[in-house]
């Protein structure tokens, strides 16, 4: 029953900013690795950023570096993403994603992934 909600979506202006949210329920023993990915129409889905559990390593993709901050809050099961000084080549569907061990399920890791979240850059 483990969901992930992204959240912070919407349309902006190049060189504006948007943070992302992407929350976690359920019936949840541990979450390691969590991470976003963004799908452009007609693209393939990529990696953008990737945060460890402990937060003690991150990896960006080259073109989002400088610009993004990968971050997470394990006290609400959440991690996000600060988008800064955005391209028109950032509007993506973003989705979040992560690596999920359920309370009853035994030691089996699991990728989820959340619904997505529209990000529009134009003027």
């Known amino acids: 029953q483990v969901q992930l909600v992204e959240s912070g979506g919407g349309l902006v202006q190049p060189g504006g900013s948007l943070r992302l949210s992407c929350a976690a329920s359920?019936?949840?023993?541990?979450?390691?690795?969590m991470g976003w990915y963004r799908q452009a129409p007609g693209k393939q889905r990529e990696l953008v950023a990737v945060?460890?559990?402990?937060?003690?390593?991150?990896t960006y993709t080259d073109s989002v570096k400088g610009r993004f901050t990968i971050s997470r809050d394990n006290a609400k099961n959440t991690v996000y993403l600060q988008m800064n000084s955005l391209k028109p080549e950032d509007t993506a569907v973003y989705y979040c994603?992560?690596?999920?061990?359920?309370?009853?399920?035994?030691?089996?890791?699991?990728?989820?992934w959340g619904q997505g979240t529209q990000v529009t850059v134009s003027s």
């Open positions: 994603n992560a690596i999920i061990e359920e309370a009853f399920g035994g030691p089996s890791k699991r990728r989820y």
């Open positions: 359920g019936s949840i023993f541990s979450i390691y690795t």
């Open positions: 945060i460890t559990r402990g937060g003690d390593s991150t």
